[in-house]
């Protein structure tokens, strides 16, 4: 255990740390992580592996809150401290109840699986002009060119955002969210410049959905109001922030990684002979990526988890990718089987706040695996897949490939 140090990005540079999980889960399924030189806050906190652990802690947010615990100036469910009031309190995943509860109830309504019906051949229709251009070029990025098109263009229609934009979004998005250039908790002047420019957009749309409102998401928060009150100008900010980074890496990651299973165990082939497999195999890309490895928590009063005492303020992160990976909860858990049944996996999360966005992302993986399985006979790596250095979304930043069109 003594050279377990989740806070080491190094150790996620070429995806996600299976075999320390394997370990954690079978000795130490609750496990006080000491801080290290790189530990954000210089703290310690607590991991959770099992997949029984982190269903009962995320089904209880009242002890364990997405927002702030004990004596904590800020919270949120990173691993390190983001400043309340700013993000923890207003951001909608690091809310608690009762406010969580009724802002949410303001955006499912347009994540509903009735609203995504009406927009699924609108998605499947740009699936396959995505899918099409790729082939054309034949060697290309799959992630660039292929998974990460079509998120990016449903979260741009979700909220408002023109399409002649999206490209700029995913820029400033990535900047945010990498890793390559610092390490957890440290802002950097590419990190700050693309935030803030990102920031500014945001501000300008908001303020032409207030005047123009239109049949989006971010006209619909601009105009919201819970107990006869608008949205504060911040959190309206923030949704779009979380939005666009939520709604567009982690479906593309899932998608990239899915594909990359696919074609190294063989399954590629089976789904083209028969595709009545592409639900199963869509929850198992899930399960197999769980491109959100980990969301924190803090624990809101002295509480035990599995027998283990656990004090008001600490930090607790929850590994829904180890718990995908957990053999009390999936039979032979690191085969990837894309006809496993049941498969109750936690990539989108449990509780309260599971993912506002599953749906949608479930119909982006099917129409593009859909288009890929009609328009192309063959994915060949070219070159070694570049990982995403994070513990927080395991992903791929590149991933060239040749593909052959079907005959
Ligand atoms: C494969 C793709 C995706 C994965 C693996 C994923 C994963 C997750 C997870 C694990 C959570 C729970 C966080 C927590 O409990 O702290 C979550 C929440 C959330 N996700 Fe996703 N997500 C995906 C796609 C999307 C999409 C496409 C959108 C939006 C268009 C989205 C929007 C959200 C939002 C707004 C929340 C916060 C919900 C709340 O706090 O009530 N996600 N997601």
Known sequence: MDDIDLTDLDRFARGFPHDVFDVLRRDAPVWFHPPTPRTPGGEGFWVLSRYADVVVAASDPETFSSETGGERDGGGTLLEDLPSGFAAGVLLNMMDDPRHARFRRLLTPSVA????????????????????????????????????????????QLLGVPQEDRHRLLSWANVTLDYDDRELGQTTDRTRQAAAEMFAYGTDLLTRKRAEPADDL??????????????????????????????????????????????????????????????????????????????????????????????????????????????????????????????????????????????????????????????????????????????????????????????
């Not at 593309?252 to 497999?277: C, K, Y």
Request: proline share 6%; aromatic share 6%.
């Open 218 to 407: 971010l006209s619909l928060a601009a105009h919201a109001e819970i107990d006869g009150a608008p949205l504060t100008d911040l959190e309206q900010q923030m949704l779009f922030n979380l939005l666009i980074a939520a709604g567009s890496e982690t479906t593309r990651n899932s998608i990239a990684l899915g594909m990359l299973a696919l074609l190294e165990h063989g399954a590629w082939p089976t789904l083209q002979v028969d595709r009545s497999h592409l639900d199963t195999a869509v929850e198992e890309m899930l399960r197999w990526a769980s491109s959100t490895p980990y969301n924190r928590r803090t624990a809101t009063r002295d509480t035990t988890i599995a027998g283990q005492a656990v004090k008001a303020g600490d930090k607790v992160t929850l590994w829904w990718a180890s718990a995908n990976r957990d053999e009390r909860a999936f039979p032979d858990p690191h085969r990837f089987d894309i006809t496993r049944r049941p498969n109750p996996h936690l990539a989108f999360g449990r509780g309260g706040h599971f993912c506002l966005g599953g749906a949608l992302a479930r119909i982006e993986m099917r129409v593009v695996f859909e288009a890929l399985l009609d328009g192309v006979a063959t994915v060949d790596l070219t070159a070694p897949v570049e990982f995403t250095r994070s513990n927080k979304h395991t992903g791929v930043r590149h991933m060239p490939v040749h593909l052959a069109p079907t005959p």
């Open 113 to 156: 699986p009735r609203t995504l019906r009406l927009i699924e051949e609108d998605l499947r229709a740009r699936a396959r002009t995505i899918v099409a251009d790729a082939v054309h070029k034949a060697d290309c990025d799959f992630l660039t060119d292929l998974a990460a098109e079509l998120p990016l263009q449903a979260v741009a």
